[in-house]
C-alpha cells in the first residue's frame, strides 16, 4: 500500500502529465490572460498615474476570472471512468485532494508569475517590497485551486454542468482576492500586510479542512 504522501505526488504528477499534454493553462489560458490585460490600458487610456492606481486590482480580478477557467477546464478533464478506476486503486480521497490542489496551485502560481509580469510592465507598478509575493502568490494560487477543486467535486455529485463552477468560485473567492488586492496596494503605500496575510491563511485553511473532509463523502456521491 502506497502512504498518503506517495499517494499525494501521485496525484500531482498525474495532473502535471495531464496538463503537460494538454497545454491549456500555458498555451491557452495564459495568452488570453495577458490579452485582458493589455485590453484594459487601451480602454482607459494612457493615463500612467492611474494605471499604476488600478493596476493591482485588475491583475488580482484576471487572476479570479481566469483561475476560475482553470478549474472549470480541470473539472472536465478527468471522466467518470477516470473517477472508477482511481475509487477501484483504492485512493483516498483526502490524497487525491491534496494532490490536486498542490498540482493546480503550482499552475496557478505559474499563470500569476506570467500575468503579473505583464502587468508590472504595462502598469508601471511599483514592486518595493516585491519579497512578499513569495507568500502572496501561492497563497491566493492554493486557495483558489482549492475551491476549484471543491466546487467541481460538488457539481459533479449533483450531476449539473462544469459552467457551474465559476458561479462557485467567484462569490467563494472574495475574501481571498480582497486579501491579494488589499496586500499589493499596502505593499505600494509602505503599511503592514501581515492582516490580509493571515486573512488568506485562514481562508486556506478552512477550505483545506472542509476539502479533506468533504472529499470521501463527495466521492461516494459521483
Do not use: C, H
Not at 186 to 206: A, C, E, F, R, Y
Request: charged share 15%.
Amino acid at each position: 500500500m502506497m502512504s498518503f504522501w506517495d499517494q499525494v505526488r501521485a496525484a500531482v504528477k498525474r495532473d502535471l502529465l495531464r496538463e503537460r499534454r494538454a497545454g491549456e493553462v500555458f498555451w491557452i489560458t495564459m495568452p488570453f490572460g495577458s490579452v485582458a490585460l493589455l485590453l484594459i490600458p487601451i480602454a482607459v487610456g494612457t493615463d500612467l498615474p492611474l494605471l499604476r492606481r488600478i493596476g493591482p486590482g485588475i491583475f488580482w480580478i484576471v487572476v479570479l476570472f481566469f483561475g476560475a477557467l482553470i478549474a472549470v477546464r480541470r473539472t472536465g478533464a478527468e471522466t467518470p471512468a477516470q473517477r472508477d478506476l482511481v475509487a477501484l486503486l483504492g485512493i483516498d480521497p483526502a490524497a487525491s485532494f491534496t494532490g490536486r490542489v498542490m498540482a493546480g496551485g503550482l499552475l496557478l502560481s505559474g499563470f500569476q508569475v506570467v500575468a503579473g509580469i505583464v502587468a508590472v510592465l504595462l502598469y508601471d507598478i511599483e514592486l518595493d517590497s516585491w519579497p512578499w509575493l513569495f507568500l502572496i502568490v501561492p497563497l491566493t494560487a492554493v486557495g483558489l485551486a482549492g475551491l476549484g477543486i471543491v466546487a467541481g467535486a460538488i457539481t459533479i455529485s449533483l450531476n449539473a454542468s462544469p459552467a457551474l463552477v465559476p458561479l462557485l468560485v467567484a462569490p467563494l473567492s472574495v475574501p481571498l482576492v480582497v486579501a491579494a488586492t488589499e496586500s499589493t496596494d499596502v505593499l505600494s503605500t509602505g503599511g503592514s500586510i501581515l492582516p490580509w496575510l493571515l486573512l488568506m491563511i485562514v481562508v486556506d485553511l478552512v477550505l483545506a479542512v472542509t476539502g479533506v473532509l468533504t472529499a470521501r463523502p463527495l466521492q461516494e456521491t459521483q
